[in-house]
């Protein structure tokens, strides 16, 4: 399927959307319009719930959201798996522009690719949301410019509680210009990761700056582990400057 504007596969506003056990794969949202987004579905000013078993995979967006795009949309997604897709902006796998509130439980993204977040792009927009994702898994995603998984801007919440994120990109075309081999936090957004719950494990991603995790001088990160639960950040690499993380200025607690 495609859509010019927005939505190849599905398009809600001012409804309520419910997926469950739906596999929505190979459409596209095109940009003749100027829009493109959410290749497999865009949702605006609307409820949206993908349930177990839905799959998202090989759809494209020509701006942003290669598999799910939402703004100003509240959604939960539980075991949603997101492969393949394709953004040409931002969020390959989702992406948001302004929402209230956004949780995924045990939802996995693999090899997805967008020039931003090639996992997912969290952007709070007016609202400033907060996204919550507990165990999820993020692996072999690509990013061009930053957040070979996941991408948080415009003044977002990205609370990570427990998951596995593994060979990641974010500078994926090696052009010298990508940070956040996993994580790019900027625009005044903040990260909180915990492994309270559940095991987080960022291991074996690139980028040129922050191999693991990049924060960038506007932006807040707050780590925390406890003794039941491990949380490492191993093995990742930057072709500049921290191989784990990169912080700028000291706006995080550890």
């Not at 000013?45 to 349930?51: H, P």
């Not at 792009?121 to 994702?133: E, K, P, R």
């Not at 990570?160 to 996993?182: E, I, T």
């Not at 922050?210 to 506007?218: L, N, Q, R, S, V």
């Amino acid at each position: 399927n495609e859509a010019d504007g927005a939505g190849g596969g599905f398009f809600a506003t001012n409804s309520t959307l419910v997926l469950d056990a739906t596999q929505i794969f190979s459409n596209r949202a095109a940009s003749t319009n100027g829009l493109g987004n959410g290749g497999g579905v865009a949702v605006f000013r609307s409820a949206f719930r993908a349930n177990a078993a839905t799959e998202i995979r090989q759809n494209v967006a020509f701006r942003s959201g290669g598999g799910v795009f939402l703004q100003l949309a509240d959604a939960s997604f539980d075991g949603t798996r997101f492969s393949f897709n394709v953004a040409s902006n931002g969020g390959g796998g989702l992406a948001t522009s302004g929402f209230t509130n956004l949780v995924a439980t045990s939802a996995w993204f693999q090899a997805n690719s967008a020039r931003y977040g090639g996992a997912a792009m969290v952007s709070g927009g007016t609202l400033h949301g907060t996204a919550t994702f507990f165990n999820v898994t993020a692996e072999n995603n690509l990013a061009r410019d930053g957040g070979g998984a996941f991408y948080v801007d415009n003044g977002a919440q990205f609370r990570l509680r427990g998951g596995l994120l593994v060979a990641n990109q974010g500078d994926s075309d090696s052009s010298d210009s990508g940070d956040g081999g996993a994580i790019l936090v900027t625009g005044q957004a903040a990260l909180d990761l915990e492994a309270a719950t559940a095991d987080l494990l960022i291991l074996e991603n690139s980028a040129w700056n922050g191999g693991g995790i990049a924060i960038d001088d506007e932006s807040f990160a707050d780590l925390v582990c406890t003794q039941e639960f491990d949380f490492a950040i191993s093995g990742n690499t930057a072709r500049q400057f921290g191989g784990g993380i990169a912080l700028p200025r000291d706006y995080a607690v550890l």
